[in-house]
């Protein structure tokens, strides 16, 4: 079963740089280690609610490198994937894998800088190649809480708690709606959208969380720009206090200080 979104991965090309910017905008950044392979570091910020972004740097950015979100890069820093999460990985592959949504589950890993050796199982989802509003799928291995930090970790300076839901740009609303229902299981809402320049919305819910597809109406606008220079995938993230906050909710902070990640935090 999937249970919602497990963490909101962040492309940065200087971790270093990246994390004290974070700390300097109201964040709390937990320093996370190494990947297993070694191309990649990251660090955490961590939510009340057990979410979390995950500010990812390549180790050697201007370097070729295979990984499927080093091209990404090239087109500047920002939010570049998400993840939920799965307490049966097996059967939800299965499942994805029948509806022509995934690849095979791999093993993933990371060592903190404490030394402690993290694992989990992964899967990655989308249609044949290219882009989509597809996650990957996540289940721990190793406990979830070495994976995850809580307490002081999750003490943010910002008056936020919980991820409340990521708006996604997507270049066809039908097929990203057809895509998503497949993957939660639900159609989705047709909803007014968000974001100036969107010429239509689809709003999912996933645990407590929710997603909405925006469709750029055209050549103008936050999401039109997005899609042209990034491609598809997430576009805006909503974070909010114990309670619940619409898409397009809160003030947007500023770019500068999140690398490129649009952030709103909905009072």
Partial sequence: MLRGIDHIVILVRDLAQASRDYANAGFTVTPGGEHAGGATHN???CFGDGTYFELIAF???DRAQPHRWWRRLAQGEGLVDYALLSDDLAAEAERLRAAGLAGEVQDGGRTRPDGERLVWRSVMLGPGSGLSPLPFVIQDVTPRELRVPGGAATRQGLPVARVAGLSLVVADLQEGQRLLTALLGVKGQPTTPSAAGAAGAVQFHVGRQWLELLQPSGDG????????DRGQGPFEVVLSGEGDAEPGAGDLLPLDATHGARIRVAK
Avoid: N, V
């Avoid at 606008?221 to 042209?228: I, S, T």
């Fill in 43 to 45: 660090a955490l910020i």
């Fill in 59 to 61: 180790k050697e950015p």
């Fill in 221 to 228: 606008g936050a999401p039109a720009a997005f899609l042209r």
